[in-house]
């Protein structure tokens, strides 16, 4: 494999579409940057497979985007991140960021009292990835986890701003509220579109998390620190792989990523 050039994209991955989300933050933080998205959508949901099962496709999927030649990896997929980051870094010649190690960081940075709350699927919420990033980083740091299932459908019926969707929201949060935290982790690449709903129902309690953005930000540091932030200011190039194409992934997709998604390819493993 050739050695890594700024022109080069930059690699994000996910179980399916929530990963998006993270592609939307990279388009509006580095804008002049290419991008290939790959969503596993033949094979989704990863929550309920075997580790070895998740580790053996998410190195699929890393091998794939390495041959397209990404200067960087973003794992984008909560479950994904905290079941085969660890392999998927051993194995590339390129940086890998993941969702987890990002949100978990900013936590820590933004956190004033020491008391962090995650709020992701219970599949994520189960391997408590979040709690061991966070403790890596500062083991002194109080995190409680909350697994909110009902999240991902509703967000992918359009129920954004809809009253089921906010009582949801109350109902998840109550255990939150009595925790003595101020800061809270939006710990599934699906939350973001429910962000306004959740800040309203949070109120001044505790700021949020979105570890979308603060892998933006951590990529966007990444590149400028090694010197392959792409110097060409042209319209980027888009391109957007998935294993199989759902009747409404156009319509998901396109909502997540607030924007047309053009160059959809389907592709086999």
């Given at each position: 494999m050739q050695a890594s050039l700024p022109s080069h994209p930059i690699g994000v991955f996910d179980s399916g579409v929530g990963g998006l989300t993270v592609v939307r933050?990279?388009?509006?933080?580095?804008?002049?940057?290419?991008?290939?998205?790959?969503?596993?959508?033949?094979?989704?949901?990863?929550?309920?497979?075997?580790?070895?099962?998740?580790?053996?496709?998410?190195?699929?999927?890393?091998?794939?985007?390495?041959?397209?030649?990404?200067?960087?990896?973003?794992?984008?997929?909560?479950?994904?991140?905290?079941?085969?980051?660890?392999?998927?870094?051993?194995?590339?010649?390129?940086?890998?960021?993941?969702?987890?190690?990002?949100?978990?960081?900013?936590?820590?940075?933004?956190?004033?009292?020491?008391?962090?709350?995650?709020?992701?699927?219970?599949?994520?919420?189960?391997?408590?990835?979040?709690?061991?990033?966070?403790?890596?980083?500062?083991?002194?740091?109080?995190?409680?986890?909350?697994a909110c299932p009902l999240f991902v459908p509703l967000v992918e019926e359009g129920w954004l701003e809809h009253p089921v969707t906010r009582m949801t929201a109350q109902e998840y949060l109550k255990p939150v509220f009595v925790e003595q935290i101020d800061t809270l982790v939006l710990g599934c690449t699906h939350y973001p579109l429910i962000k306004p709903l959740l800040l309203d129902v949070v109120g001044n309690r505790m700021k949020l998390v979105d570890s979308a953005l603060s892998i933006a930000d951590q990529t966007a540091e990444l590149l400028q620190s090694s010197g392959m932030a792409n110097p060409v200011h042209h319209v980027p190039d888009y391109r957007y792989y998935v294993t199989d194409l759902p009747v409404k992934f156009q319509t998901i997709g396109e909502r997540f990523l607030g924007r047309s998604l053009n160059r959809l390819e389907l592709v086999s493993l």
């Amino acid at each position: 494999m050739q050695a890594s050039l700024p022109s080069h994209p930059i690699g994000v991955f996910d179980s399916g579409v929530g990963g998006l989300t993270v592609v939307r933050a990279l388009m509006d933080r580095l804008p002049f940057e290419n991008i290939i998205y790959f969503g596993d959508t033949a094979r989704v949901p990863y929550g309920v497979k075997s580790v070895e099962t998740i580790g053996h496709f998410t190195q699929q999927i890393a091998d794939f985007l390495l041959k397209q030649q990404v200067k960087v990896l973003i794992i984008a997929c909560n479950t994904m991140a905290a079941v085969a980051a660890d392999r998927v870094r051993a194995a590339s010649p390129v940086p890998v960021l993941d969702v987890i190690e990002a949100g978990a960081r900013q936590a820590v940075q933004v956190s004033e009292s020491g008391g962090i709350g995650v709020i992701g699927t219970p599949a994520t919420i189960n391997s408590n990835a979040y709690a061991r990033a966070i403790h890596q980083l500062d083991p002194s740091f109080r995190v409680y986890s909350q697994a909110c299932p009902l999240f991902v459908p509703l967000v992918e019926e359009g129920w954004l701003e809809h009253p089921v969707t906010r009582m949801t929201a109350q109902e998840y949060l109550k255990p939150v509220f009595v925790e003595q935290i101020d800061t809270l982790v939006l710990g599934c690449t699906h939350y973001p579109l429910i962000k306004p709903l959740l800040l309203d129902v949070v109120g001044n309690r505790m700021k949020l998390v979105d570890s979308a953005l603060s892998i933006a930000d951590q990529t966007a540091e990444l590149l400028q620190s090694s010197g392959m932030a792409n110097p060409v200011h042209h319209v980027p190039d888009y391109r957007y792989y998935v294993t199989d194409l759902p009747v409404k992934f156009q319509t998901i997709g396109e909502r997540f990523l607030g924007r047309s998604l053009n160059r959809l390819e389907l592709v086999s493993l």
